[in-house]
């Protein structure tokens, strides 16, 4: 007897191959009907006998696609119809639905046989793709996702192309960015005043030239990158000039995992997410005998590797046959580029030469930044392969936007049960990085129908995104505004990775918060959940002489220390660093510390671990955000089997517990007249703290009764640090919170900020 089902799926369920699975599984069970795309979902009627279409309905949950994410599948069974084929109809677009969309996807493995097979008419074409692999969220621009709203509707498909591209049973059956030699996008190889390059082959010019030391711009999937031979230091070094990098660790691409394992030590997760669909940048131990460059990154024992995600980086790196710097094609903190015109307008001054192609990006997209802790994988920059597939929440949300904060800035925006944050938008310390996060938020709000009601922002007033949203105060009478405290901001993001909406003991250690005092926070002990938080302890208050200039020049922050801690006589205990400190510039520390002029008080522990590096002579200066914490972090490593602690005393006052500082730094001074190794005076530093987290985490889950700790902040990207909190809070009977799907850094603020929002917005002063 035959029966009707009505179906609709939902999730990632376009781009993906399903119409096609969806089809074949129709004739495998001999069913008739139809499946279309709409603006919301995939719809689907299937006619045919009850255990068919029971069959076919297990099947399409359990066995889709290898890219498709089955958010939701309903159905309803009605009277038979007169259905005698099943067949794929024409895409509809429905107002104000949307639909979950793909992030870009890496070369599959069918595509990588074609583009090495010299027989195949894809051969050595660098912009094969197919419905399992390829641009997706860089080259939309509106739903439903078909080739007219991509950037790919300028090029029409030769008639091998649309015969693939019609089959439901071809493996590219509407891959919108389908395409070939003879009509699809090409390469263009242009110096760096964008005249063409006269050559038989463009890519292995490109990388001959890249052998001989040059610098090539490539345009990627969300933009440029910058590309040189990362085992000749001296063109690492020039890049670095040019870049206007002088320090700052640079990522690197190789060929196959094999040659990832020549220069890393590969764990089985790390390998499992280099070759991952994802396929992002992985920070991986770094080798001894590794002929990268230790220019690539300076003084540290990780190496951020990536295997090559899109045709064009596989054939480059086999016909280079040398591991490549990829690093994003931008000047200093500026976005990345992402138009050709642009690209050599912006980068003509680093890049000699441009690897350039007519496939337009609508959306610019960073490569993601991953480790693996454990069995965990953390996202320090979220972007590439991630985004924008959603956060799922444990509530129906309102429509909100998060704005973020000033560094490694994202917004969110949440509605129904997802919290979409965005890819990474970059430090907002400029106009274009500005307009790369109106522009995106623009896309996304378009994207996923989104017209927020509510817009959350950091307590800090020189932010942009706050200046941002207090403009928009100005503009919008029916929107309510909500200012967000940074570090609740951070649990409560920590707390929405897990999927826990109940109250936790909330450990957010970063370098910069506006604290709800007036104060900088930085060391933050709470219970906290969605609606608020109680400040439980926090790191002892201290001077920040210069306020930014002390961030940048983490002695100044020593000698506050040394000078609200043990006084004068610190300065006079010949120490090493201060050698190098002329006395003039001291005096006027110490006057400025006096009189309080631009002198904030901070419990940021950023600000201790500057101190602390300065302190020893590690770092007293600093080219990139966090390098003096990451140097102290790095030199732990060596002092293998040290076991001893710097005290950290808890002091109760006015009702909350502070970690005093006082014995540490004078444990500190008593090491390095004894002449103590810096690598051990770092070990016991990190073993002492992650002895203190415990205590403050103890003492507050016997006040509040909470067991369970969510640990966030830019701090806990120090591995050595992360690892020692985790192991003594579990053996303490803790349950413990860390990152998986949003960075733990202030990548993650305007998740919390969007749901924080979503429980206390209130109306516009």
């Given at each position: 007897m035959l029966?009707?089902?009505?179906?609709?799926?939902?999730?990632?369920?376009?781009?993906?191959?399903?119409?096609?699975?969806?089809?074949?599984?129709?004739?495998?069970?001999?069913l008739k009907g139809w499946v279309y795309n709409t603006s919301e979902d995939v719809k689907i009627e299937v006619q045919g006998e009850r255990k068919g279409i029971e069959c076919f309905l297990l099947e399409l949950q359990d066995n889709a696609p290898p890219l498709a994410r089955i958010e939701d599948i309903s159905a309803t069974y009605h009277l038979p119809a007169d259905y005698t084929t099943f067949e794929i109809r024409r895409s509809t677009a429905e107002k104000n639905k949307y639909q979950l969309i793909s992030p870009d996807i890496a070369t599959c493995q069918a595509c990588l046989k074609e583009i090495f097979d010299p027989e195949d008419r894809r051969y050595h074409y660098p912009f094969t793709n197919c419905t399992n692999c390829g641009p997706r969220f860089t080259i939309i621009e509106d739903i439903p996702y078909d080739r007219p709203n991509t950037t790919m509707r300028s090029f029409k498909m030769c008639p091998e192309c649309q015969v693939e591209y019609d089959n439901p049973l071809d493996r590219r059956f509407h891959a919108q960015p389908n395409a070939c030699p003879e009509c699809g996008p090409i390469l263009e190889l242009v110096n760096a005043h964008g005249d063409r390059m006269a050559c038989s082959?463009?890519?292995?010019?490109?990388?001959?030239?890249?052998?001989?030391?040059?610098?090539?711009?490539?345009?990627?999937?969300?933009?440029?990158?910058l590309a040189c031979d990362a085992t000749n230091e001296k063109v690492v070094e020039l890049l670095r000039y040019r870049k206007r990098r002088p320090a700052k660790p640079l990522a690197i691409m190789v060929a196959d995992i094999d040659e990832a394992k020549r220069h890393c030590y590969v764990s089985e997760g790390e390998e499992k997410l280099l070759t991952s669909p994802q396929s992002p940048i992985v920070l991986m131990r770094w080798k001894p005998d590794s002929t990268v460059s230790q220019a690539v990154a300076p003084n540290l024992k990780y190496l951020g590797g990536m295997l090559p995600y899109t045709p064009l980086h596989h054939i480059l790196l086999k016909e280079t046959k040398l591991p490549l710097i990829m690093t994003s094609g931008n000047l200093s903190e500026e976005p990345i580029a992402k138009d050709n015109d642009e690209a050599i307008r912006r980068l003509s001054g680093i890049a000699d030469y441009f690897l350039i192609h007519n496939r337009n990006i609508y959306a610019k997209y960073d490569d993601s930044v991953t480790i693996i802790e454990g069995d965990n994988i953390q996202l320090t920059r979220r972007a590439r392969g991630y985004a924008p597939y959603p956060v799922h929440l444990t509530f129906k949300a309102k429509q909100v936007?998060?704005?973020?904060?000033?560094?490694?800035?994202?917004?969110?925006?949440?509605?129904d049960n997802y919290a979409f944050l965005s890819q990474h938008i970059g430090d907002m310390e400029n106009l274009e990085t500005m307009e790369h996060?109106?522009?995106?938020?623009?896309?996304?709000?378009?994207?996923?129908?989104?017209?927020?009601?509510?817009?959350?922002?950091?307590?800090?007033?020189?932010?942009?995104?706050?200046?941002?949203?207090?403009?928009?105060?100005?503009?919008?009478?029916?929107?309510?505004?909500?200012?967000?405290?940074?570090?609740?901001?951070?649990?409560?993001?920590?707390?929405?990775?897990?999927?826990?909406?109940?109250?936790?003991?909330?450990?957010?250690?970063?370098?910069?918060?506006?604290?709800?005092?007036?104060?900088?926070?930085?060391?933050?002990?709470?219970?906290?959940?969605?609606?608020?938080?109680?400040r439980m302890g926090h790191l002892q208050y201290l001077p920040l002489p210069g306020g930014e200039a002390a961030i940048k020049r983490p002695y100044r922050t020593a000698i506050g220390y040394l000078l609200n801690l043990l006084g004068e006589n610190a300065l006079g205990s010949d120490l090493a660093f201060l050698r190098a400190i002329?006395?003039?510039?001291?005096?006027?520390?110490?006057?400025?510390?006096?009189?309080?002029?631009?002198?904030?008080?901070?419990?940021?522990?950023?600000?201790?671990?500057?101190?602390?590096?300065?302190?020893?002579?590690?770092?007293?200066?600093?080219?990139?955000?966090?390098?003096?914490?990451?140097?102290?972090?790095?030199?732990?490593?060596?002092?293998?089997?040290?076991?001893?602690?710097y005290p950290f005393p808890i002091i109760e006052q006015n009702g909350e517990n502070i970690l005093n500082l006082r014995e540490l730094f004078s444990a500190i001074i008593s090491d390095l007249k004894r002449k103590n190794s810096k690598a051990n005076i770092s070990a016991k530093f990190h073993n002492g703290l992650s002895q203190a987290?415990?205590?403050?985490?103890?003492?507050?889950?016997?006040?509040?009764?909470?067991?369970?700790?969510?640990?966030?902040?830019?701090?806990?990207?120090?591995?050595?640090?992360?690892?020692?909190?985790?192991?003594?809070?579990?053996?303490?009977?803790?349950?413990?919170?860390?990152?998986?799907?949003?960075?733990?850094?202030d990548g993650g603020i305007s998740l919390g900020q969007a749901v924080i929002a979503n429980f206390t917005a209130e109306p516009k002063a």
């Open positions: 029966e009707l089902a009505r179906i609709n799926a939902r999730g990632v369920v376009q781009g993906v191959g399903f119409r096609p699975f969806v089809y074949r599984l129709a004739s495998k069970y001999n082959d463009i890519i292995t010019t490109a990388a001959q030239l890249l052998r001989s030391g040059k610098i090539i711009a490539i345009k990627g999937l969300g933009g440029f990158l936007l998060g704005c973020g904060a000033q560094l490694k800035n994202t917004f969110c925006l949440t509605k996060f109106e522009n995106t938020l623009n896309l996304y709000k378009k994207l996923f129908r989104i017209k927020p009601e509510i817009i959350a922002y950091d307590l800090h007033p020189e932010y942009l995104s706050t200046k941002y949203a207090l403009e928009l105060a100005g503009q919008f009478s029916n929107i309510k505004f909500t200012p967000i405290q940074h570090h609740h901001a951070h649990i409560v993001s920590c707390m929405v990775d897990n999927g826990v909406d109940a109250p936790v003991i909330g450990v957010a250690l970063d370098g910069t918060g506006y604290g709800s005092d007036g104060h900088v926070w930085g060391a933050e002990f709470l219970v906290a959940d969605y609606h608020n938080f109680k002329d006395n003039t510039e001291v005096e006027l520390l110490k006057r400025q510390i006096q009189t309080g002029l631009n002198t904030p008080l901070t419990s940021s522990m950023g600000r201790l671990f500057d101190a602390v590096s300065a302190l020893i002579g590690l770092r007293g200066e600093i080219d990139y955000e966090a390098q003096a914490a990451i140097e102290l972090e790095m030199i732990a490593y060596d002092a293998v089997g040290e076991t001893k602690a987290i415990l205590q403050m985490c103890q003492i507050i889950s016997h006040e509040s009764g909470k067991t369970q700790v969510a640990l966030s902040g830019g701090v806990f990207q120090n591995r050595l640090l992360l690892r020692k909190v985790i192991s003594n809070l579990s053996s303490a009977g803790f349950t413990v919170l860390t990152h998986s799907q949003v960075p733990c850094n």
